[in-house]
């Protein structure tokens, strides 16, 4: 069974500080996509990043950096010098490869709090 | 970029009555669309999947019978939440995929209140 677990629930930095939110993932699969989204208080998702199984390449896109761990199953998402609109909820979530179904499997999404 | 447009964005019924939800790709031709609902703080789940022209396919412990959904043109898919009850209050969120897509683009959701 395909499983998406975001362990950390709720994290609060201070802005201009870095952090990172976690995602571990369960699949049979060989071949998957893996995604990370924002979610704002206006409720819409946000996609930030699609990432296939094949390519454990690191990515950065401005302040934004995630790192790929095929061996621990992990997809994890690192936002450097955080703003205060960088607060919102984060899913990662997965789906299988085969005919690129898009059903995606989220996490419980982790909430984060940047202060000013 | 592929746009998805949902309406409306927020409605409130009275209990008994049915409200229908509304997922259009404004861009590209959706071969399929997929329904999630969300309870508050809670992570997305699927409901459903539908394909053009196809009969609906629900995840497991949704009811069909109450969460009506019809993909009966290319560019549109509806979800319609009969004899709502106060705990069908939650949002609920579409996505659709084109041919060839290798993913499904969301629209901005709706958030739903029985009352």
């Known amino acids: 069974a395909q499983k998406v677990t975001q362990a950390q629930t709720e994290i609060s930095v201070v802005e201009k500080e870095d952090v990172t939110l976690d995602c571990v993932y369960e699949?049979?699969?060989?071949?998957?996509?893996l995604f990370w989204y924002k979610q704002p208080p206006s409720g819409e998702l946000v996609f930030l990043i699609r990432?296939?199984?094949?390519?454990?390449q690191n990515e950065i896109s401005g302040r934004y950096s995630w790192n790929f761990q095929k061996s621990t199953s992990s997809f994890n998402f690192t936002i450097t010098a955080s703003q205060v609109v960088d607060s919102a909820v984060y899913f990662c979530a997965l789906s299988d490869y085969s005919g690129n179904t898009g059903k995606l499997i989220f996490g419980q999404g982790t909430t984060l709090q940047v202060k000013p | 970029g592929a746009v998805v447009s949902q309406h409306p964005s927020r409605v409130i019924c009275k209990s008994g009555t049915s409200v229908k939800i509304e997922c259009r790709s404004l861009d590209f031709q959706a071969t399929t669309m997929f329904w999630y609902r969300q309870f508050p703080k809670q992570s997305l789940m699927l409901m459903a999947t539908s394909n053009e022209g196809s009969k609906a396919t629900y995840e497991q412990g949704v009811e069909k019978d109450k969460f009506l959904i019809n993909h009966a043109s290319l560019t549109l898919s509806t979800l319609t939440v009969t004899s709502a009850h106060p705990e069908d209050s939650s949002f609920y969120i579409c996505?659709?995929?084109?041919?060839?897509?290798?993913?499904?683009?969301f629209g901005q959701g709706t958030r739903l209140t029985v009352v």
């Open positions: 990432r296939n199984s094949f390519d454990e």
């Open positions: 996505s659709a995929r084109g041919v060839g897509n290798t993913e499904a683009f």
């Open positions: 699949t049979r699969d060989t071949t998957y996509y």
